[in-house]
C-alpha cells in the first residue's frame, strides 16, 4: 500500500465518518476514511433512514433536528450520488386513548416550539397511510419530516467528485 501523507485520518465508513470526510474535502483538507468492513456496513446500514424531528427533545436536540432536515434537502441537491431524500412528512401512529390524549398536548406542545405538528383522527391518518392498522385511533404528523435510502448514503464522500478521495478498507 503506498504510503501518502494526509491532514487527517477519519476511522469508520458509516454515516458520520463519511460526512466529516466529504466536508473536510470541501474545505480542501486532505482525509482518509478508513472502514475495516465495508462502507455502511454498521448501523447507517441498517437503519429506517428516517429523517425525523417531531419527536425530538425541544431545544438544542429540535434545533439540530432542523439543521438536519435542512442540510439532508441541500444534500440531496448537490451529491452526485442519488440518496433518493424524500419529505413525504412523518406519522408517528396513535394506538390508545391514553396515547390521544398525550399526543394531542404533545402536539400543541410542539407547535409551540415552532414546529409544524398536527393531530390527526383515524379517519385523516389512513388517508395519508392505508395501511395502517384498524387499530388506529390517530397519528400526529410533521410535514418537514423524511427518508433517505442509508444504503448509498455514507458513499456521499464521494459526492465531491473533484474532492472526494477514496476509501481505505482493512
Ligand atoms: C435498526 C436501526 C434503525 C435505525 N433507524 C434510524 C432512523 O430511521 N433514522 C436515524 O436518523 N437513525 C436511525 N438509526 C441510528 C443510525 O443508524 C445511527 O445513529 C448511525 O448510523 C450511526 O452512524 P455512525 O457513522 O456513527 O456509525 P456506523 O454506521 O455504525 O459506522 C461505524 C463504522 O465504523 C467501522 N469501524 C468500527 N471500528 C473500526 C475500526 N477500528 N477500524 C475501521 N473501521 C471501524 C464499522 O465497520 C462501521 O462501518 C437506526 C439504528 C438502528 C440500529
Not at 454498521?42 to 428516517?50: H, Q, Y
Not at 441541500?74 to 419529505?87: I, K, M, S, T, W
Given at each position: 500500500m503506498p504510503v501518502r501523507s494526509e491532514d487527517v485520518i477519519v476511522i469508520g465508513g458509516g454515516v458520520i465518518g463519511a460526512s466529516i470526510c466529504y466536508h473536510l474535502a470541501r474545505k480542501g483538507v486532505r482525509a482518509l476514511?478508513?472502514?475495516?468492513?465495508?462502507?455502511?456496513?454498521?448501523?447507517?446500514?441498517?437503519?429506517?433512514?428516517?429523517?425525523?424531528?417531531?419527536?425530538?427533545?425541544?431545544?438544542?436536540?429540535?434545533?439540530?433536528?432542523?439543521?438536519?432536515?435542512?442540510?439532508?434537502?441541500?444534500?440531496?441537491?448537490?451529491?452526485?450520488?442519488?440518496?433518493?431524500?424524500?419529505?413525504?412528512?412523518?406519522?408517528?401512529?396513535?394506538?390508545?386513548?391514553?396515547?390521544?390524549?398525550?399526543?394531542?398536548?404533545?402536539?400543541?406542545?410542539?407547535?409551540?416550539?415552532?414546529?409544524?405538528?398536527?393531530?390527526?383522527?383515524?379517519?385523516?391518518?389512513?388517508?395519508?397511510?392505508?395501511?395502517?392498522?384498524g387499530d388506529t385511533l390517530g397519528a400526529t404528523t410533521c410535514p418537514l419530516e423524511g427518508q433517505v435510502n442509508p444504503i448509498p448514503y455514507p458513499c456521499l464522500r464521494n459526492g465531491s467528485s473533484s474532492n472526494g478521495r477514496p476509501d481505505r478498507s482493512g
Open positions: 476514511l478508513l472502514e475495516r468492513g465495508g462502507l455502511a456496513a454498521g448501523s447507517s446500514g441498517a437503519c429506517d433512514g428516517l429523517v425525523l424531528l417531531q419527536l425530538k427533545k425541544p431545544g438544542i436536540h429540535t434545533a439540530i433536528a432542523v439543521e438536519s432536515v435542512e442540510a439532508m434537502k441541500r444534500l440531496a441537491g448537490e451529491l452526485a450520488v442519488d440518496v433518493e431524500f424524500r419529505r413525504a412528512g412523518g406519522l408517528v401512529v396513535i394506538g390508545s386513548a391514553a396515547e390521544y390524549e398525550a399526543m394531542t398536548r404533545f402536539a400543541a406542545g410542539r407547535r409551540l416550539d415552532g414546529i409544524d405538528v398536527s393531530l390527526l383522527d383515524a379517519a385523516q391518518a389512513r388517508e395519508l397511510e392505508p395501511c395502517l392498522s
